[in-house]
């Protein structure tokens, strides 16, 4: 094997970004072909019920209590109680959100930020958010 060590990074990252309902822990570069996060959700907040039309993601509970709100195969919302160290898979146009019991942290892998999500409902009366959206904020736009 022959592999060009010009590329490799010994460096760590994390970026920080604030959100109405906590905050999340980027720890994967955005240039990367996928994406890895913590999620902090502050006791009592939920997510947005969102749906990704290029974004698919598994989510697993670190610590806390986090109830899961995914629609199952039959199209009907369900809610699942989030176990720690298991994973929840949130396919292409499936809808789902988060809502924590407690403060709880959630990682989040996911393929990369792509595509739009689309929020189907929201505490924060944020819009939808697109690409558009997360390149103008890469360029240091406030993230809200």
């Known amino acids: 094997m022959n592999f060009d060590p010009k590329n490799f990074s010994n ?30 959700i502050d006791k009592n907040k939920r997510l947005s019920l969102q749906v990704h039309d290029k974004k698919q993601e598994t989510q697993m509970l670190i610590n806390g209590k986090c109830n899961l709100i995914q629609e199952n195969n039959k199209g009907r919302l369900i809610t699942i109680e989030m176990r720690p160290f298991e994973g929840y898979t949130a396919m292409i146009g499936q809808k789902h959100r988060l809502r924590a019991v407690t403060d709880c942290d959630v990682v989040e892998v996911s393929t990369p930020e792509l595509g739009t999500t689309w929020r189907l409902e929201d505490d924060y009366k944020r819009p939808d958010e697109t690409e558009q959206m997360r390149k103008s904020k890469n360029r240091g736009w406030k993230d809200s």
Do not use: A, N, Q, T
């Not at 460096?11 to 902090?40: A, C, Q, T």
């Open 11 to 40: 460096s760590s990252y994390i970026k920080r970004v604030e959100k109405p309902w906590g905050y999340e822990l980027h720890f994967v570069p955005e240039d990367m072909p996928y994406m890895g996060k913590l999620i902090h």
